[in-house]
């Protein structure tokens, strides 16, 4: 199938968010390659995307937290229905890639152009002055 890799054009204009986006897609570029290799356990891959969608929605609801944002709730219970089909797919013993890709691609373009969108725009007067970077 054709892989969707990143893209400039996905940036959401905040800068710590965007780079966080593009390691999720350079994860499910290490599955898609793991996938296509019959030697390659793609379990700890799928983990590790899991552990990872763990650590970008904790870190966008604290972001969400430090800025009162007032659509917490909802953006959170995105990521909390998001989660919760990963954890179904992962852990599915008939998952298949290409279905995998598919899936999850799609949610996070969908969430990411239309909450996360929303979101940058409201952490926007605050980001410049904080220099907020994490490396994980
Ligand atoms: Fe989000």
């Known amino acids: ?3 969707i890799s990143w893209s400039d054009s996905y940036k959401i204009g ?3 968010i965007d780079r966080q986006h ?10 898609h390659t793991c996938a296509l290799n019959p030697k390659c356990d ?8 899991l552990e990872y969608a763990v650590f970008h929605f904790a870190y966008e609801e604290s972001e969400m937290q430090r800025v009162s ?5 909802g953006h959170a219970s995105q990521h909390n229905s998001i989660l919760a089909e990963l954890k179904k797919l992962v852990k ?3 998952l298949k ?3 995998f890709e598919v899936l999850i691609i799609q949610w996070l373009m969908k969430h990411m152009m239309t909450e996360d969108k929303k979101l940058a725009a409201a952490l926007q007067p605050t ?3 904080s220099k907020r970077t994490l490396n994980f």
């Open 92 to 94: 599915s013993p008939n």
């Open 69 to 73: 944002y007032k659509d917490f709730n």
């Open 97 to 99: 890639s290409d279905m």
């Open 127 to 129: 980001t410049a002055s």
């Open 14 to 16: 905040n800068a710590e």
């Open 1 to 3: 199938m054709a892989f």
């Open 42 to 49: 793609a379990a700890p891959v799928l983990n590790e995307i």
């Open 22 to 31: 593009q390691n999720f897609f350079s994860l499910i570029a290490k599955f």
